[in-house]
């Protein structure tokens, strides 16, 4: 191109003079030198004290200005108005390109936490290993107990991965409604603040498991303990010698077992909101969403996942920089 006719279009741009590339670069260093400066100041200021949330959340604001004023120049460009058709489109793909990863349910009615069903749980864990988001399906309220989420929790919690549990259910005999989204170890520390039963055999669990591990470690027989030597079967239980990569997660089901109770423990959708309602964060966008308010809640969410719908049903979670990212893009293919 030309450089008077760049330069021309340039200078009648009202907001924002560059295009989506350059913008994106600008947003990186612009992020980068106040993170730089930050920890900086930090340390010559002896701002140790300083709330650091409230820092990064105007470092975040400040990043995503040029963003902002690019859509801004985009609006304005078409005339007041741009193709959110597209966007919401465009977005919704983004979000359903991820993989899914769903957390197995109970294996059936009048089975206990300590059979096969335990064994999904594990399996789920160890399917989910590599996964940041896993999603729990409680679909007509009969798919899931509370004794099996916890296991699910603290197996997540301890291994890192999953980091973020979704919720789905069906609401109006649809399935796969999105409910709301919370971390782990949110959910397992509310689970076990309802059940003292439950803490009790967290508690025996961890410390059978910690036991074992050390004893393992330092190559002392488990006989020698008699408590660790009657979980044998759950320390040791494939090829003598290898220790259960899954030995906090079994001990806590065999614990468990003990006071099971199914009829009393299903997780309906009402009562995952008594449960989790002060962690569990609800903040979507739906592709039937009107194009303005639509547009509003993708680029105003304060919560650090934003849910993507489709008529109510959960299609992917995405950051919120990623929501951003995937707006801008589509907004620059439709001025190709």
């Known amino acids: 191109m030309p450089t008077g006719k760049k330069e021309g279009r340039l200078a009648s741009r009202r907001f924002w003079p560059y295009e989506p590339a350059r ?145 789905t259910a069906t609401r109006q005999n649809r399935p796969d409604q999105f409910v709301g989204w919370a971390h782990p170890n949110e959910i397992r520390d509310r689970l076990l603040g309802a059940n003292a039963d439950f803490g009790a055999a967290h508690d025996t669990a961890m410390g059978l498991s910690a036991a074992a591990r050390q004893m393992h470690a330092l190559g002392t027989d488990i006989t020698q303990s008699p408590r660790v030597s009657n979980k044998r079967y759950i320390v040791y239980p494939g090829v003598a010698g290898f220790l259960n990569p899954f030995l906090e997660e079994q001990m806590l089901a065999d614990a468990l077992a003990a006071g099971e109770n199914d009829s009393h423990r299903e997780i309906s959708l ?35 996942y934003l849910a993507i719908t489709d008529a109510g049903t959960y299609v992917g979670l995405m950051t919120r920089a990623e929501v951003v990212t995937e707006v801008l893009l589509a907004l620059a293919s439709t001025k190709r």
């Open 270 to 304: 009402s009562r995952l909101k008594d449960l989790l309602n002060p962690v569990l964060r609800k903040g979507y966008v739906d592709r039937t969403d009107p194009d303005a308010e639509w547009f509003r809640k993708a680029l105003r969410s304060n919560e650090e």
């Open 23 to 167: 913008t994106m670069l600008i947003a990186v260093l612009v992020l980068v030198i106040l993170l730089a400066a930050w920890g900086l100041l930090r340390e010559l200021l002896h701002f140790d004290k300083v709330e650091a949330g409230w820092v990064l959340l105007g470092i975040f604001a400040l990043t995503l200005l040029p963003i902002v004023l690019l859509l801004l120049e985009g609006i304005g460009a078409a005339g007041g108005s741009v193709e959110i058709g597209q966007v919401k489109v465009a977005l919704t793909d983004a979000a359903g390109a991820q993989t899914l990863v769903l957390a197995p349910p109970n294996v059936a009615p009048n089975t206990v936490i300590a059979d096969s069903g335990s064994q999904r749980i594990i399996e789920g864990l160890r399917r989910a290993g590599t996964s940041k988001i896993v999603v729990v399906s409680l679909q007509d309220g009969h798919a899931w107990w509370e004794s099996r989420l916890l296991i699910l929790c603290v197996g997540a919690v301890r291994l890192g991965q999953p980091q973020v549990i979704v919720f």
